[in-house]
């Protein structure tokens, strides 16, 4: 089964902006949206965002997300030195009856 | 409050079985979708298996199809993933997740290593 896209790293400077992106196609992310997950090493995935564009109970604000197309995206601000991690888009694929995950992003606080 | 706690897992030898069991506090698994993930080491998430409300539709991934039945047991509140004729391949850590839109809670992980 074909996953989502993701870029595979990201970097960005203490207290700047990163946004990650995920791309996928019309059966997934352009039809129910993606959901987005933190992962720390050694430790389970985190839900940030929903894609029913909810963020959970107990995330920061400074979490958002977005959605264009087939091409969903997650917004961190004012990045801090935790939100170092692995970053996952998921959907559920409609056409092939199966949730699909990208490959992950691991994201740098420099 | 919502808790996965999962049990099983092990060293196991290639073509043997082992069960996976994902206990549920805090929520009815009848009630909603329950899945199984995957990572192998050094790697990304892997979706393994759904199984949908009321145990209707299950959904595998095609290199576990045959091989992994997921089930819940409604009378203990939890979710077991049934593994067989397992390959080396199949070595990582399965954690269970609620689905709930996206998956939003998760187990702790098990650690499923197939080794000779």
């Known amino acids: 089964q074909a996953g989502l896209t993701q870029p595979p790293s990201v970097s960005k400077g203490l207290g700047q902006t990163a946004t990650l992106t995920c791309t996928g196609n019309s059966n997934n992310v352009g039809n129910q949206g993606a959901g987005w997950l933190q992962q720390h090493q050694g430790h389970p995935p985190k839900l940030l965002w929903s894609?029913?564009?909810n963020r959970p109970s107990g995330i920061s604000e400074r979490f958002s997300a977005s959605r264009s197309g087939n091409t969903a995206s997650l917004t961190i601000t004012g990045l801090q030195p935790e939100d170092e991690a692995d970053y996952y888009c998921?959907?559920?694929?409609?056409?092939?009856?199966?949730?699909?995950f990208g490959g992950g992003t691991k994201l740098t606080v420099l | 409050e919502v808790q996965l706690v999962q049990s099983g897992g092990g060293l196991v030898q290639p073509g043997g079985s082992l069960r996976l069991s994902c206990e549920a506090s805090?929520?009815?698994?009848?009630?909603?979708?329950m899945t199984w993930v995957r990572q192998a080491p050094g790697k990304g998430l892997e979706w393994v298996a759904t199984?949908?409300?009321?145990?209707?539709?299950?959904n595998y991934v095609d290199s576990v199809k045959g091989r992994f039945t997921i089930s819940r047991d409604n009378a203990k509140n939890s979710l077991h993933l049934q593994m067989n004729s397992l390959r080396v391949e199949d070595t990582a850590v399965y954690y269970c997740?609620?689905?709930?839109?996206?998956?939003?809670?998760w187990g702790q992980g098990s650690l499923v290593t197939i080794s000779s």
């Open positions: 998921s959907a559920w694929d409609s056409s092939l009856s199966a949730r699909v």
């Open positions: 199984i949908q409300l009321d145990g209707s539709e299950e």
């Open positions: 997740a609620r689905e709930n839109w996206s998956p939003d809670y």
């Open positions: 894609n029913n564009y």
């Open positions: 805090g929520f009815t698994v009848s009630r909603y979708w």
